[in-house]
């Protein structure tokens, strides 16, 4: 499932991944630490060899898109959930992830299942 974002919400979606993966790889998880670096991966493979800026990554409000299956941008969402900043949404991270959370969440519902 392709989605297209900028690349400022992709960055989000990857430090969350690293997160994750730190976390998971802590607690034994391999699962979980698998599926972090996959996703990370997918998103250095197709987002990052797009432009030299910024360590190799894009103008953060360029827009790319980003192909993952749709099993793995579920996980995307249920780890954006997991690490939203606190404060309930009254930062700008947690909005920011808040609305990462809705872009996908919205591609999700328009797939059969």
């Known amino acids: 499932m392709?989605?297209?974002m900028t690349v400022r919400d992709w960055l989000r979606v990857d430090a969350t991944m690293?997160?994750?993966?730190?976390?998971a790889n802590q607690?034994?998880?391999r699962e979980e630490t698998?599926?972090?670096?996959?996703?990370?991966?997918?998103g250095?493979?197709?987002v990052a060899t797009h432009g030299p800026e910024n360590g190799g990554w894009p103008v953060y409000d360029r827009t790319t898109q980003v192909e993952l299956s749709a099993d793995q941008w579920r996980f995307v969402v249920?780890?954006?959930?997991?690490w939203i900043p606190d404060n309930d949404g009254?930062?700008?991270?947690?909005?920011?992830t808040l609305q990462v959370i809705v872009l996908i969440n919205s591609a999700?519902?328009?797939?059969a299942n």
Do not use: C, M, P
């Open 44 to 46: 250095w493979d197709q």
């Open 18 to 23: 690293d997160n994750v993966h730190w976390s």
């Open 108 to 111: 999700l519902s328009n797939i």
């Open 90 to 96: 009254d930062t700008a991270e947690a909005r920011h």
């Open 2 to 4: 392709r989605l297209i």
């Open 34 to 42: 698998s599926a972090a670096a996959a996703v990370r991966q997918a």
């Open 78 to 82: 249920k780890s954006l959930e997991s």
């Open 27 to 29: 607690r034994g998880q």
